[in-house]
């Protein structure tokens, strides 16, 4: 469908990473830099396994901390702070996919106030 052929909406909410730009992330070094943090804590018994994706091992290292809701919060505080390091170093390269930058300009001319 293209989106002149779409009804005029209030909102577009979109995925950024993948699906407006590429940004090349590497994840697997993410990867790493969370283990490495899950170790730090102590948690990285049992969830050490390759194909869980990132977020979901700072889901699994939040659960275990279920004791204590200041320490959960700060364990997940700085999982997040090295997601989003890791994330910006590779914001200066991204570059959208074709076609998306006209595409978002016309949707912004569908948007209902």
Request: glycine share 6%; with cysteine.
């Amino acid at each position: 469908m293209l989106p002149t052929e779409l009804p005029p909406q209030r909102v577009w909410v979109f995925d950024f990473d993948g699906t407006l730009v590429q940004t090349r992330i590497d994840f697997e070094r993410m990867r790493f830099a969370i283990l490495q943090h899950l170790e730090e804590w102590g948690l990285h018994k049992g969830i050490l396994d390759r194909e869980v994706y990132v977020l979901e091992l700072v889901a699994r290292g939040r659960a275990m901390l279920a004791d204590s809701r200041i320490r959960r919060e700060a364990f997940v505080q700085g999982a997040m702070q090295i997601i989003e390091a890791i994330e910006m170093e590779t914001c200066p390269h991204a570059s959208p996919f074709p076609g998306v930058p006209e595409t978002l300009k016309q949707l912004s001319r569908m948007v209902v106030l």
